[in-house]
């Protein structure tokens, strides 16, 4: 589950859940299954449903489902094509009788941010940071779930006090970001600064050797960068003395292992991804647990979305429920998991536009950076 403005702000953001992009300025969310693209206008906005008498369920003569290209598109085309009878169905169940679904894969995330604003397509399988430059355009009604962990807090001593991290059955629309500490000396200084219930100062943090992703990582860089900002004074990572950049989080936590770094950024459950690894490839005789401290704790950092066109007439409050009623549901199905698994997903909660508001600061960051 793990773990570019315009064009790069919109991949930056994609963090951990969906990666990869390209270029493209068609306002047309990209190829369809057949291959042909997908640009008149959608063709729910001009069969929009209208009540009958007697309570008759509503027509729909095609319902447009785009998604981002995360990965290949015949495979994302391939493992969602049942998405197509699962949603008509889940949606007739809901007073709506869908003739035709079609699915197409953007060429771009942008390319599905714009048709989504043009009303081109639909329904939009999109990230937090795609959805947030297409806001005006877009209306967010889900957000994906990922398995929660068993600590949550902001307060970094809590996940000290309750180590090791564990993933729980409850499942959770965000992950944090964590600022690590290891087992060199100024790490363990800082950390026993910390599970002493004291505050970190910017010089604590400036005389640290620090590695960090790439500018456009949400858990290695951007969330770590507002945690900066909030409780030092508008520090940056780029203020810090000592940062080195890493090709990935492994390469960081080797770092970390081996007293090159005294702190790493990364996302929350990291660590149980690298257990393994502390004591065999990296040759520390203690566990992961017991040599790395928590020492900052970033807000949420919000799942994928599924969105909606605002241009669509066929877009109305009570569809629009429909809809979050019948993915939620979908999701649920053995068959549903599947389909949603192509992008990491486990299930989808009610959404709503300021759930991303972190997304929107992370964006200023992104255009302060490039500055």
Known sequence: MKN?????????????????CGSNNNNNAGSSASGSPSASPSGSAAASPSASAGGAAQEIKELKVSFVPSKDPDQI??????????????????????????IDVGTTYEAVGEALTAGTTDIGFIPGGTYVLYDDGADVILTATRAGLSNDS???KDWNDNKPTQPTDQQATY??????????????????????????????????NWAVMSTSSSAGYIYPTLWLQKNFDN???????????????GSSFARLANGQVDVVVAYADARRDY????????????SIWDET??????????NDTISVSKKDPLMTDEFKKALQDAFIAIAQTDEGKKVIAVYSHEGYQPAKSSDYDGERQAQEVIKNAKK
């Open 293 to 302: 401290n928590v020492i900052g704790v970033t807000q949420g950092i919000y």
């Open 154 to 156: 902001d307060n970094p």
């Open 77 to 102: 085309i391939t493992a969602t094509d049942p998405l197509k009878d699962l949603l008509k169905k889940q949606l007739a169940t809901e007073g709506y009788n869908v003739d035709k679904v079609t």
């Open 235 to 249: 520090k940056t990572i780029p203020d810090l003395s000592h940062v080195v950049t890493s090709d990935s989080y």
């Open 4 to 20: 570019k403005l315009m064009l790069f702000a919109a991949c930056a953001l994609s963090l951990g859940l969906i990666a990869g």
């Open 275 to 286: 257990e393994k690894q502390w004591t065999s490839d990296w040759s520390r005789s203690k």
């Open 175 to 208: 992950y944090r970001a964590l600022v690590i500490a290891g087992p060199s000396k100024k790490g363990q200084e800082l950390s026993a600064k910390v599970n002493n219930g004291e505050q970190l100062t910017w010089d604590d943090l400036n005389g640290a």
